[in-house]
């Protein structure tokens, strides 16, 4: 588990082309142990910056992806 989750991470890091892997990953990991509550929260960060890329709405600055970006490592980082 924990070597999918820094899987999960290394995804996130590399860029939005890598959003849906790290999100299958946590969705892995969220079917084996569904009672992480940290889990929840990096799933949706994660998703909700996949559905601002794939509508082609940039209303999101880049503080903004960085602060959904850094509160879906720290969710992670505490499972």
Do not use: M, W, Y
């Amino acid at each position: 588990i924990s070597l999918t989750l820094q899987e999960a991470i290394a995804c996130l890091l590399v860029g939005q082309d890598h959003f849906p892997k790290a999100r299958r990953l946590i969705e892995l990991v969220r079917n084996i142990e569904p009672k992480r509550r940290s889990l929840a929260c990096a799933f949706r960060s994660i998703r909700f910056l996949q559905e601002q890329v794939q509508s082609g709405t940039h209303g999101l600055t880049v503080a903004d992806k960085d602060v959904l970006l850094t509160n879906a490592f720290i969710a992670l980082k505490e499972s």
